[in-house]
């Protein structure tokens, strides 16, 4: 579950809400590129590619 943006970004926190992306949003991992490379994870229905940056300042709680 994706809790929130580590360091509450405005124009980060903007970018995935334009995409529906919010706090409180189930999502899963479905693929990860190597060196850094971009992470592919599933919101709902949606896959959404996402940087490296952006990825590491998105903090998750994991499902048991």
């Known amino acids: ?3 929130r943006v580590s360091d509450s970004e405005p ?4 970018f995935l809400g334009e995409r529906g992306i919010v706090p409180g949003e189930e999502l899963e991992v479905v693929d990860k590129q190597p060196f850094d490379g971009p992470l592919y994870v599933r919101f709902g229905p949606e ?3 996402l940087g490296g940056e952006l990825a590491r300042a998105m903090r998750v709680q994991l499902s048991p």
Request: glycine letters at 0%.
């Open 1 to 3: 579950r994706f809790t």
């Open 11 to 14: 124009a980060m926190l903007r």
């Open 47 to 49: 896959i959404h590619v």
